[in-house]
């Protein structure tokens, strides 16, 4: 899972703020577009606790937001829904970019920031932040993407209803091999073999997640393996990739399809489940990729289609956002309920960080900001036709 944007940044245009007075008018006139108010009795109004939050997000954007809330700058009762407003409101559309971002944008363009020297990055500052955090945080199986809550009871069953949706848009059937692409703790790779019968080979640029994956599916039919996805070149029956393509990066999307095509015979079917973005960037949230997923970036569908030119057949695009919001906030309150057993590796700051994290991603799907898809590709068409399923 990978996320490219989650909030915002305001300005009224002008390059002087005139001290912290006009600063804060600014900041206020604009919030009030979204219904948002500064220190007042509504779950989603901004606590302010230092004044000079108003300048820091002014001149340095969502990159000063999010810090500022590290910080203890600001604070908000409903983070999730100052938003989900927010963004509502379009005060995204007031924004100017801060240096950070600036910088980062111009290395998106400039440098490949996914490269196979740079892969294991986000696995070294994101996965490997310890086992414990993500057992307290995620469902039983350790399922980190967005749950189908369709028929879903709770976080268990929703990611459970996930798994088995995905085995069967791939049609799987027992001895039949699969690769899965950002096998994560092998939630996937343990539920396909145990339940359908497949042989799975579960690749993660995460030492953690191998580790792990590798106690949870003892004994089944799956082989998990430390590799960058370039590295792969066999055959296999389908292919999955369940919140591994925010990682990719837009200069890699063409050479990720490739690799996808050689490694799938005809008539296989490869299930790609992204987060993705409404309109096409080369670079990722400031603060997201500063304190998140370092390097990461969310595909549009206009990236996704260029990507697939030559290579597939589009079957089918079944799009569930609205279901992240769920799982997100299913995630803060499991986080928050087992902080007890977690204080004692992480400090208040990672907290505040992490709250910030889950919290604001929340809103941006409440928001329908961003967007989760799984989109089916098949190598030649199905014969007959795809049958969607939901």
Not at 12 to 18: E, R, V, Y
Not at 172 to 190: K, M, N, Y
Not at 210 to 237: K, M, T
Not at 349 to 357: A, D, E, Q
């Amino acid at each position: 899972m990978a996320l490219g944007k989650s909030s915002l940044h305001f300005t009224d245009g002008s390059q002087q703020h005139g001290g912290s007075g006009r600063a804060r008018a600014t900041v206020e006139g604009l919030l009030q577009r979204a219904g948002i108010g500064i220190n007042g009795r509504q779950p989603w109004d901004m606590q302010v606790r230092d004044e000079r939050l108003y300048a820091r997000v002014l001149s340095e954007g969502t990159l000063g937001l999010g810090e500022a809330w590290m910080d203890g700058w600001w604070d908000c009762a409903r983070l999730d829904e100052f938003t989900s407003r927010a963004l509502r409101a379009r005060l995204d559309q007031h924004i100017r970019v801060g240096w950070y971002e600036a910088w980062r944008m111009l290395c998106g363009l400039l440098a490949n920031l996914q490269s196979r020297s740079r892969a294991f990055i986000v696995g070294e500052q994101h996965y490997d932040l310890g086992n414990l955090l993500y057992q307290c945080m995620l469902d039983q199986r350790m399922t980190y993407t967005g749950g189908y809550w369709a028929q879903a009871r709770d976080l268990d069953q929703a990611q459970e209803h996930k798994l088995d949706l995905s085995c069967r848009k791939l049609g799987l059937q027992p001895g039949q091999r699969v690769l899965d692409i950002g096998c994560g703790w092998g939630s996937f790779a343990e539920y396909a073999a145990r339940h359908y019968g497949a042989q799975v080979v579960g690749i993660t640029i995460s030492r953690e997640q191998a580790e792990l994956a590798r106690q949870r599916c003892q004994g089944l039919p799956v082989e998990i393996r430390l590799q960058d996805y370039r590295e792969v070149n066999e055959r296999f029956d389908h292919i999955v990739s369940l919140g591994m393509f925010e990682h990719v990066g837009w200069k890699n999307y063409a050479t990720y399809m490739q690799v996808v095509q050689r490694c799938l015979p005809e008539g296989g079917l490869f299930l790609l489940h992204s987060i993705g973005s409404n309109c096409s960037r080369p670079h990722a949230d400031p603060w997201i990729d500063r304190h998140i997923f370092p390097n990461g970036g969310l595909p549009s569908i206009a990236q996704i289609g260029k990507a697939i030119e030559k290579y597939f057949v589009m079957e089918d695009w079944h799009s569930f956002g609205a279901d992240y919001d769920r799982t997100l906030m299913a995630w803060h309150a499991n986080f928050e309920r087992h902080w007890p057993q977690l204080e004692g590796h992480y400090d208040q700051r990672f907290r505040r960080m992490w709250r910030y994290y889950l919290l604001t991603c929340a809103g941006a799907f409440r928001a329908r900001d961003i967007q989760l898809w799984q989109i089916v590709l098949s190598k030649g068409g199905v014969p007959g036709g795809y049958r969607s399923l939901r």
